[in-house]
């Protein structure tokens, strides 16, 4: 039996079943308090899954803080992340710093690119994993804190352990429960549901009137293996909607990667045949139908779950479908 998710997690577009399983995954560990590992390549979207395990937990109420351990110079990352007590060396702030566990406080750290992390620091980690407990630089005893620590990396992290860059007992003590956010290359059925929800939030971001996408488009995106994965799609069709002279992005409006990319486009997707043809209406109703047909497909015919999926009442179902025929 399906899990009925909350509305943070079905924000996270994709249903695949690879991505089904993730999400339901995290949906179960945001209501315990275990550490969660999140990991995956740049761009697949770890810290939208750090947020909603937060925003779905007990600790709702308190911060989220993110740390990003690759964007802080070494020199620093130990003060940014213990703080330090007045005094505590040549440059510091009078009054001291509190760092950045002890800002987490009562809720969530989400320590993002934590394969960045110096090993000599891993070891203090270590001890706030074990004892609840910090230690600011400077300080004569630590410091009791409650927060639920969440890691991400886009790094492989046992090839790390290999290479003594990573310690062991620590990615155990992190990886409780571990959840991999697939590529985008792995889950090519997400596509559409992705260019749709992306399309219309950079549109509304920027003011722009309503547009679509050519079907050669779409063929284009499901043959090209994106290495940016999420990411990249979203700034490809950013690019697309600035270049485009009309209502519809086309395969000129695409950047040249995306262009000069793998795959075989002698032979049109099926969805590219239902869209290869007609006008405006004509083509924008493929779309729809399309759509419909798959949603269909995947709920077993059961209206209510696709309307319940889609967001919109039985009725305007109904509606929608007496309307294509």
């Known amino acids: 039996m399906e899990m009925e998710l909350p509305k943070l997690f079905q924000q996270i577009i994709g249903d695949s079943l690879n991505m089904k399983t993730m999400k339901e995954r995290a949906f179960r560990v945001a209501r315990s308090n275990s550490t969660v590992l999140i990991s995956g390549e740049t761009g697949t979207g ?16 308190g911060p989220f803080v993110e740390v990003n351990c690759g964007a802080i110079p070494e020199s620093l990352i130990e003060s940014e992340l213990f703080g330090y007590t007045k005094g505590a060396f040549t440059g ?9 566990f002890l800002l987490a406080d009562g809720g969530t750290i989400f320590l993002d690119e934590i394969g960045e992390m110096p090993l000599h620091l891993q070891v203090k980690l270590l001890h706030v994993l074990q004892n609840k407990q910090v230690e600011p630089i400077g300080a004569d005893r630590s410091v009791p804190v409650d927060l639920r620590i969440i890691a991400a990396s886009n790094q492989d992290l046992e090839a790390m352990i290999e290479a003594r860059k990573f310690r062991k007992d620590l990615y155990f003590r992190l990886g409780v429960i571990p959840i991999h956010i697939p590529p985008l290359r792995e889950r090519l059925e997400d596509i559409l549901a992705l260019s749709d929800y992306l399309l219309q939030r950079i549109l509304k971001q920027m ?70 043809h007609g006008t405006y209406q004509e083509q924008l109703k493929a779309w729809e139908a399309a759509l419909l047909s798959f949603y269909m497909q995947k709920y077993g015919h059961d209206k209510k779950a696709v309307a319940a999926h889609l967001d919109i009442s039985l009725a305007t179902l109904y509606r929608k479908f007496a309307d294509l025929e």
């Not at 510091?92 to 950045?100: I, P």
């Not at 003011?207 to 990249?232: H, K």
């Not at 395969?251 to 590219?272: A, H, K, Q, T, Y």
């Open 46 to 61: 770890k810290g939208l899954f750090a947020r909603a395990i937060h925003q779905t937990s007990k600790r709702k109420s």
């Open 92 to 100: 510091a702030l009078r009054e001291g710093k509190k760092g950045r």
């Open 207 to 276: 003011g722009r009137e309503r547009m679509t996408m050519d079907a050669a488009v779409i063929d284009a995106f499901l043959d090209y293996s994106w290495p940016g994965n999420v990411r990249e799609l979203e700034n490809t069709i950013e690019y697309g909607i600035n270049m485009c002279r009309g209502s519809r992005i086309c395969m000129e409006d695409l950047p040249e990667r995306i262009l000069n990319g793998p795959g075989d486009r002698s032979e049109p997707s099926v969805l590219g045949s239902l869209m290869s």
